[in-house]
T-cell receptor, first 114, second 108 residues
Framework: EADIYQTPRYLVIGTGKKITLECSQT?????MYWYQQDPGMELHLIHY???????EKGDLSSESTVSRIRTEHFPLTLESARPSHTSQYLC?????????????FGDGTRLSIL | DAKTTQPPSMDCAEGRAANLPCNHS???????VYWYRQIHSQGPQYIIH???NNETNEMASLIITEDRKSSTLILPHATLRDTAVYYC?????????FGTGTSLTVIP
């Protein structure tokens, strides 16, 4: 069973605030990912990382930034939240070895910007 | 990029087998097929994946056609807790492309 944790699960906050969404995994996975998902819609990759000090942008343009200082930790930051950032954010991780390893997901953070 | 096509919704009677189809006609030779499911308000849960051969685990079976252009996920004895959106995914490079999936409703 995958052990990947996201906090907070729910966040309601005002426009202009700086927000950091936390994601941690205890499996020692090198690869980590952030997805954005609107209700009833597909997931869109916004950021990913191959390992420490590695970060890349995904397909979906995002105003968020990420960092990877430790293997187990991959936080996502919004410097100034706007209502358009309202969405669910999902974190995932996978092993680096082999090209066929599945991704394991956390339960997500549901973010509402007022 | 290889993409997938799934029916938007299906029903299945509780206790019966649920067979969820997926078309991936543009799949290339080294691309795996993955299945996930998502229950409302939770993150996607990994179910199974395969390349060519049929696969089975404690959750489900995956049947891949010989030409690899389609596959079927089989839940052998569906329960009410299997009600979820099921995603069939063909990985492309570093990215998993989740479509809108099949919403499976298990009926008592």
């Amino acid at each position: 069973e995958a052990d990947i944790y996201q906090t907070p699960r729910y966040l309601v906050i005002g426009t202009g605030k700086k927000i950091t969404l936390e994601c941690s995994q205890t499996m020692g996975h090198d690869k980590m990912y952030w997805y954005q998902q609107d209700p009833g819609m597909e997931l869109h990759l916004i950021h990913y990382s191959y390992g420490v000090n590695s970060t890349e942008k995904g397909d979906l343009s995002s105003e968020s930034t990420v960092s990877r200082i430790r293997t187990e930790h991959f936080p996502l930051t919004l410097e100034s939240a706007r209502p358009s950032h309202t969405s669910q954010y999902l974190c995932a991780s996978s092993e680096f070895s082999g090209s066929n390893q599945p991704q394991h997901f956390g339960d997500g953070t549901r973010l509402s910007i007022l | 990029d290889a993409k997938t096509t799934q029916p938007p919704s299906m029903d299945c009677a509780e206790g019966r087998a649920a067979n969820l189809p997926c078309n991936h006609s543009t799949i290339s030779g080294n691309e795996y097929v993955y299945w996930y499911r998502q229950i409302h308000s939770q993150g996607p849960q990994y179910i199974i994946h395969g390349l060519k051969n049929n696969e089975t685990n404690e959750m489900a079976s995956l049947i891949i056609t010989e030409d690899r252009k389609s596959s079927t996920l089989i839940l052998p004895h569906a329960t009410l807790r299997d009600t979820a959106v099921y995603y069939c995914i063909v990985r492309s490079g570093n990215q998993f492309y989740f479509g809108t999936g099949t919403s499976l409703t298990v009926i008592p």
